[in-house]
């Protein structure tokens, strides 16, 4: 049993967990996709909203089924099989009902299949024994984390446009060291809330 | 001065192009701007046309810091000085460095950071690692990205937070007290090595078990804590010049010192017990130093003039909750940084919302 208050739990996973900042999670997408503002914003939402149903949903299926059948070791893979197929009804969903988001999401939503701070929020959730209300929250709270973390990127690399960055470094040898200085900054919330 | 002109003029053939030093044409052009104005004219337009440029800039900023200076030589002995020798060596040599490799100019927004740098470390700190924070922060906090005017955050600070993650230990144990002698420190003995006169805490460490120290010792400066942020009196000085020549944003300086007032009244309100109160978290630590002289950085800061608004209060409310929440005792150059980080996304969001409200106008 984990006695975080939700509070803490939904605002430190936003800024003193941060899940990519903290726990250097979905970097390659991270990487990738924060070149433009707009971009990013896309992602990050559709990661915000994929993260926050699919803990939801691992947390329903983990607790109810593989729980009570002892089969806990099956985790991963149910975890992976939720979140693709959750992905691809949303897809079909959105493509159906909105083809307009469907167009600005573009190649976003396949790829959230592959982010692994969404796998590692479902884990998070299980290692650090939340209940459901508190998974809802994590889930949420990481997801909104990631997508601060990519738009903030995705800023700072707009105005990198009017820097002059050595060749070798262009591209993701430039972006990882910025992601480092930004995950620096965020060790100042060190300490202040603990959701383990 | 015209002898000197007379063999600037007479080596300056070797430093042009095909001359045999024309690798280290950057050396000589810093030190030819430094001296003198401008030899190159610039060939064709657009031409501009503005008695403050870069270098007076940075000048003005110097001549800013020189009280705080002068108060950390006074509070902290001459032991300053040596730190700030080794910041300029260290830092100068990176910078010389990429300009030398990349073909380009010696900047003068260097000068700045060397001179900010040790003002914000603990007095009592060994050399070397001033020498390793400097090099980390020009270079993973401007040359990488072209250096200055062209970098994403405020080298110093990049180098100060390295710095505290890093070293921890080092940064944390070695304040020193000053002397109440009406000399102060001035008269000390120095050395190379780490000063014997060390304590283990500033007024913020100190506040965390319930001792506040005096309004007037903080106002002056006579208390333990980074070189050049213990006087409040020494920074108004010099932070008041700069924004009156123009240098510092005023909108800045008022947002960060304003959001942080607030925030802070309202928490000691809500928590007397583990909040001092306002007029104790304004006087300590880097507050009034981070405010007047490194969130105010042109570069790294936003654009846009509601932007700065937003810049000053994030970086006010961030430095207050890190101060009271967080594992470290104190979080100014924490926000600032973290202003950093959001300066660009904030002059998004501004210069999107005025031209959605032009495009309604229509």
Not at chain 2, 69 to 98: D, I
Request: proline share 5%.
């Amino acid at each position: 049993m984990n006695i975080t208050p939700v509070w803490a739990i939904f605002i430190g996973s936003i800024f003193t967990n941060n899940i990519l900042f903290a726990s250097f999670l979905g970097m390659c997408s991270f990487l990738v996709c924060s070149n433009k503002i707009d971009t990013a914003l896309g992602l990050g939402s559709a990661v915000v909203f994929v993260m926050f149903c699919t803990t939801i949903l691992n947390y329903v299926l983990y607790y109810y089924l593989l729980v009570p059948l002892k089969l806990e070791f099956l985790g991963f893979l149910i975890f992976i099989a939720v979140i693709a197929a959750f992905v691809q009804f949303v897809e079909m969903f959105v493509e159906r009902f909105s083809p307009d988001l469907y167009y600005a999401l573009g190649i976003f939503l396949p790829l959230i299949t592959v982010n692994c701070a969404i796998l590692g929020a479902a884990l998070f959730m299980v290692i650090r024994k939340y209940n459901f209300v508190q998974s809802t929250f994590y889930g949420l709270g990481a997801g909104l984390g990631w997508a601060l973390a990519i738009v903030l990127m995705a800023g700072l690399r707009e105005k990198m446009g009017y820097s002059n960055v050595p060749t070798p470094l262009r591209g993701t040898g430039v972006v990882m060291m910025v992601a480092g200085v930004i995950a620096m900054a965020f060790m100042g919330f060190a300490g202040m809330l603990n959701i383990q | 001065m015209k002898g000197l002109k007379g063999i600037l003029e007479n080596l300056r053939p070797a430093f042009e192009e095909g001359g045999r030093l024309a690798r280290l044409k950057p050396i000589f052009q810093a030190l030819d701007h430094f001296l003198f104005a401008a030899a190159e004219k610039t060939p064709n337009p657009p031409f501009g046309r503005d008695p403050l440029d870069v270098k007076r800039y940075m000048s003005l900023v110097i001549l800013a810091l020189l009280p705080s200076f002068a108060a950390a030589v006074y509070f902290f002995g001459w032991r300053v000085l040596l730190m700030l020798l080794v910041s300029y060596a260290a830092g100068g040599l990176v910078e010389v460095l990429f300009a030398v490799i990349r073909k380009e100019e010696i900047n003068e927004g260097f000068l700045v950071t060397g001179f900010i740098f040790p003002l914000i470390l603990p007095p009592g700190i060994p050399l070397w690692l001033v020498a390793i924070g400097v090099s980390f922060g020009v270079l993973i906090g401007k040359e990488i990205f072209g250096g200055t005017g062209r970098n994403l955050f405020n080298p110093a600070l990049v180098g100060r937070v390295f710095l505290a993650i890093g070293y921890p230990a080092a940064l944390t144990s070695t304040w020193v007290q000053p002397l109440a002698q009406p000399w102060g420190r001035l008269l000390a003995p120095f050395g190379l090595g780490v000063p014997d006169a060390l304590t283990s805490a500033t007024p913020l460490g100190l506040a965390k078990s319930g001792a506040l120290t005096g309004a007037f010792e903080l106002f002056v400066g006579r208390t333990a804590g980074s070189a050049g942020e213990t006087s409040a009196l020494a920074i108004l000085l010099g932070g008041v010049f700069l924004i009156l020549v123009g240098v510092a944003s005023w909108r800045t300086v008022l947002a960060v010192l304003a959001s942080f007032v607030g925030l802070t009244a309202i928490l000691h309100g809500l928590l007397p017990a583990a909040v001092p109160p306002v007029w104790f978290h304004l006087l300590s630590g880097g507050l009034l130093f981070g405010a007047f002289f490194m969130a105010t950085d042109p570069v790294s800061g936003p654009v846009t003039r509601a932007g700065k608004w937003a810049f000053g209060f994030l970086i006010g409310a961030a430095a207050i909750f890190i101060r009271s929440f967080s594992g470290y005792v104190e979080g100014v150059m924490f926000a600032i940084l973290l202003g950093n980080i959001f300066a660009p996304l904030i002059d998004e969001i501004v210069i999107r919302l005025k031209s959605r409200r032009y495009a309604n106008e229509r």
